[in-house]
């Protein structure tokens, strides 16, 4: 028996294989792409191109796993730095050293340097390059805290750093001699010089020369492998900063640490003098620890951070006590003299905190302290609003002729008043007294022609007052002969 089929089927069957055969074809052109690119060599581009701090050896940490992860045939670190922590240099040779794809370090562009931290990050590398119009060198160590070194201490920590680099260089086949004068004697050279003195492997004018020059070349993994360079034609990548990189690098420079710093505890100290405000207190605890981080990065002085701690906590005390202005004054001259100490300048590529910026925080503190000094100026001379010390300067009327001591009305109440002095003259009804005293219930009083003040009379029933007590005012009936029907 013959199968067929249908005829109205067959246009069916026509379109699957169309739509079938379309996306295979798409699939192919997607395909296609990362096949030719699987085929050129794979390179990642690493920046140091500012002070070696650590945030910066986190960041060249993670480039050199992300190129592990990605199979990169090499790493390229881009070198421009003066410098920086001796301890995020550590991190990021070591990191160099487990590398499992070889690093090729590159001073560039041109005008650029390796200084310092710079030296022993291009000596850790399996190729170290450099362009042209570029140099090396100036390695020698230096206190990280501010402080002399003793001649001792000195010799244990330059030794120490000739031995690391010593190291590296025979570890690398480089020069050593060299590098034991660019930490003693802070040697420098060019990118001519270094080349003639083997303290590099080739000089490239660019990106694509180095690739293939150092296309070939041999380097020497962590493992013990030897691993011949694939980088001629490579396809590049560059592995940049994220933003919370890129943030925490920013804030590493000693004027913007010492900004965060100063604005931290100008927001507290604000918080402090007008409570309830929050955004003061927020701002200024946000801006401190902040701030605390950035200064855990910087080769700081002590004995500058303390005198600025010691300037706070006389702005502190000076709000609670009546010091005159000598606690504010004390304070801004241990906080200008803290900021001028409070960074090492001498460690490579950190410098002093502008001293425009010192001033200018100074002027601040200054100009917040006097506003809150006048706020509480204001306050103080403002004539309470309640209580005994409220009566001070009211004007009442005289419901019963004092002679010496009668009754006032004043403030809605009735109160018992003495007449100042010794009058000759009793007061009359209806005459207007300003209160000069109060001795517990009993005002002390004296005549003028102000208009009366307070809150207005208001009639009872007859035969009936208002009079002071303790804790309130209660009705009582008094003498209308004496009160209300007085003529």
Sequence with gaps: MTSYLPTQSMPIVFRLWAVISLLAGLLLLAISPLAAQSDSPQVRIITIDDTITPTMAQYVERGIRSAENANADAIVLEIDTPGGLGSAMDDIDRAILESEVPVIAYVSPRGARAASAGVFITYASHIAAMAPGTSIG??????????????????????????????????????????????????????????????????????????????????????????????????????????????????????????????????????????????????????????????????????????????????????????????????????????????????????????????????????????????????????????????????????????PTGLVFLQGEFWTATAEGEPTVPVPVGAHVEVKEVHGLRLIVKTTSGPETGVSFVNAPRGQSVIPVVGGVQHARLAETNVLDRP
């Design 138 to 403: 100036s390695a020698s160590p230096v206190s990280g805290d501010g402080s002399e070194m003793s001649d001792t201490m000195e010799a244990k920590v330059t030794n120490d750093a000739v031995s690391t680099i010593r190291n590296l260089a025979e570890l690398r086949g480089r020069n050593a001699e060299w590098t034991e004068s660019a930490v003693r004697d802070a040697a420098n050279i060019t990118a001519t010089e270094a080349l003639d003195l083997n303290v590099i492997n080739l000089i490239a004018p660019d990106l694509d020369t180095l690739l293939n020059d150092a296309h070939g070349m041999q380097a020497t993994m962590a493992s013990g492998e030897t691993v011949t360079l694939n980088t001629a034609g490579a396809e590049t990548s560059t592995t940049s900063m994220n933003l919370i990189e890129r943030f925490l690098q920013m804030i590493s420079d000693p004027t913007i640490a010492y900004l965060l710093l100063s604005f931290g505890a100008l927001g507290i100290f604000l918080e402090l003098g007008n409570p309830g405000g929050f955004v003061p207190g927020i701002v200024g605890v946000v801006s401190l620890v902040l701030g605390l981080y950035a200064l855990g990065t910087l080769p700081v002085n002590w004995t500058g951070v303390a005198l600025i701690v010691i300037a706070f906590a006389l702005f502190f005390i000076d709000i609670f006590v009546a010091s005159f202005g000598l606690l504010l004054i004390g304070g801004l001259a241990s906080f200008i003299i803290g900021s001028y100490m409070l960074v090492d300048s001498s460690v490579p590529g950190y410098g002093n905190v502008s001293r425009f910026v010192i001033w200018t925080c100074a002027a601040l503190i200054l100009a917040c302290a006097l506003i809150i000094g006048t706020a509480a100026l204001r306050v103080l001379r403002k004539k309470p609003a309640s209580g005994r010390s409220s009566l001070i300067g009211d004007v009442g009327v005289v419901r019963q002729m004092l002679d």
